[in-house]
């Protein structure tokens, strides 16, 4: 089946995070704490996911509780954290959203996505993935992981769909809007 036949009947797009959402760096703080970095461009294909109509939402190995603050902020549907078995929340989310794997797309980068980039209906690897993911993938990422690969793999599924169009115009209405409201008030001339 061709690859965007494939990215067509996709409703929910699901991604790995560390690796796929950010470039798996970690900085360990003194007292424990990780921080990691996440793209604004990501950020933005996530929000035109959203406007095409799609769902988004991620399953990841790690917690933390910065990402509680990304994944709220960027509005995920579906958020899974300190899985195990990727396999089965993938099969429990099937379950409860009554959907067939081919409306599923997945991101990832590392063994451990391997399972659910094989049961999903379009299947995604960064760049930098490793060569047994990127060997398994419909489509592999000209960018990697956390630099932007995630609004590459976004904007494929968008543009197969159909959608380009109106979520462009969609997103100029939003961002000029945003633009006009932020802008100061025109000055009075004095008479
Ligand atoms: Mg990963």
């Known amino acids: 089946m061709r690859l965007h036949d494939k990215a067509r009947p996709v409703k929910l797009i699901l991604m790995d995070v560390d690796g796929t959402l950010t470039d798996g760096a970690l900085f360990v703080l003194p007292d424990g704490e990780e921080v990691k970095g996440y793209n ?3 950020g933005m294909g996530i ?9 988004v939402g991620v399953i990841t190995g790690k917690a ?6 990304r994944a709220a902020r960027l509005r ?3 958020i899974h954290q300190s899985v195990a078995d990727k396999g089965k929340v993938l099969a429990g989310i099937l379950e409860r959203r009554k959907l067939a794997a081919a409306e599923v797309a997945y991101i ?8 659910v980039l094989r049961a999903v209906g379009l299947s ?7 060569p047994l993911v990127r060997r398994c993938c419909d489509y592999v990422c000209r960018l990697p992981g956390g630099r932007g690969a995630v609004r590459e793999f976004i904007e494929l599924i968008i543009r197969s769909q159909g959608k380009w169009d109106a979520v462009m115009a969609d997103l100029s209405t939003l961002l000029d809007l945003r633009g006009r409201s932020a802008a100061p008030a025109p000055r009075r001339k004095r008479p």
């Not at 929000?47 to 769902?55: F, S």
């Not at 933390?64 to 603050?69: A, L, N, T």
Request: proline content about 0%; cysteine-free; aromatic content about 2%.
């Open 108 to 115: 990832g980068d590392d063994l451990n996505d391997l399972d």
């Open 124 to 130: 995604g690897a960064v760049a930098d993935a490793h």
């Open 76 to 78: 995920l549907a579906e």
């Open 40 to 42: 604004v461009r990501d």
């Open 64 to 69: 933390s509780r910065g990402f509680d603050h």
């Open 47 to 55: 929000l035109m996911a959203r406007r095409a109509g799609l769902e």
